[in-house]
């Protein structure tokens, strides 16, 4: 019998370099002070716009706050955004394409197209819609970016739900005289949800990314609050004297979205059984 194959030295940097970059995101998210002791919003005029170096690591702003402290305490309010977006448009998809799945033909139709209309906008220019009528803030961003993406949830999961109603284990339940709500909560929802990890996963990059440019924009955490996108918009007016202020918030998001991404495909693959 021969041994397996041992994975090639740049495939194994491919899967333990991003599981590295999302374990310090979860450290910064959790735990801050254990990769910083500076206080992010303690502003030293002196030391305004000061190069890294040994006094800060990767700098000062403008206001002579620690750009590392900032990165890594914003870290918090950026993906909280994104994982508070993503865990409501799950549950609001999940909810709306079982409703379609399982609803009359003429109301799956108007929820299907429903789906449609707001698949066709993009992501981010639907959720400024949404911010516009609720208004800026932490909430609005959330609700604004979950709304966004609830139809990539919901057709997903409509979908399924059409597969799995036809299976031969539902037939035999509806046989057996057990009631609607019983086999949609036993039968029909466990069964649709496989693919909800792997789009959660890739979902939550995106919805960094949303909030992040909705910060930029000045519609999400207000300063002095430390958030990815509100740093690259208070630095947009020092790139020439301090480039280090916004690339360290800037590589932050990149990396985040980057890393999610590769486990988010590589969880497709698993769960396609493309990979072992």
Partial sequence: MTAPALPRPPALLGRLV??????????????????????????????ALAPPGAGHWLGSDHLGRDVLARVVHGARHSISIGVAATALAVTCGVLLGLAAGLSPKWLDEALARSFDVLSTLPELLLALLVVAITGPGTG????????AQV??????IRAQTFVVRRSGYVEQAVTFGRSRLAITGGHVLPNV????PVLATIGLGQAVIAGSGLSFLGMGPQPPAAEWGAMLSEARNYLRVAWWEALFPGLAITLTVVCLTVAGRRLQRRFEGRTP
């Fill in 18 to 47: 991003p599981a590295v970059v999302l374990v310090v995101i979860g450290l910064a998210v959790v735990a801050p002070w254990a990769l910083t002791g500076a206080d992010p919003l303690a502003a030293d005029p002196v030391d």
């Fill in 140 to 147: 609005s961003v959330i609700f604004a970016i979950a709304v």
């Fill in 151 to 156: 139809p990539n949830y919901a057709r997903v």
């Fill in 193 to 196: 949800l496989g693919p909800i």
